[in-house]
Nanobody
């Protein structure tokens, strides 16, 4: 069983930064991709970023490239999302996710989810 707990959300102004954290329980953390997704009010949940188990591979949605950075500390079973130059359109509930599916598509195939943390960016 895998449990994910996000933290670090909050209310910030345009241009500010936030770092989200996601602590994972369970075994084999370092073997699998971790991802961040977000869901804005009235919209579907969307992929934000993903990182491979060994942290050598990352992927981002186009709207956050150059502003967000995903990283992980396998010794702490934690994944991070550093968000810089935040914009009002980044406002959403941010979810951490992981997969235990071998060969999963890191942009879509996740079967464990956290409860989410709210990020609000005011203009």
């Amino acid at each position: 069983q895998v449990q994910l707990v996000e933290s670090g959300g909050g209310l910030v102004q345009t241009g500010d930064s936030l770092r989200l954290s996601c602590a994972a329980s369970g075994r084999a953390f370092s073997m699998y991709y971790m991802g961040w997704f977000r869901q804005a009010p009235g919209k579907e949940r969307e992929f934000v970023a993903a990182i491979s188990g060994n942290a050598l591979n990352t992927a981002y949605t186009d709207s956050v490239k150059g502003r967000f950075t995903i990283s992980r500390d396998n010794a702490k079973n934690t994944v991070y999302l550093q968000m810089n130059s935040l914009k009002p359109e980044d406002t959403a509930v941010y979810y951490c996710a992981t997969t235990r599916i071998l060969g999963a598509d890191p942009r879509t195939d996740y079967n464990y989810w956290g409860q989410g943390t709210q990020v609000t960016v005011s203009s």
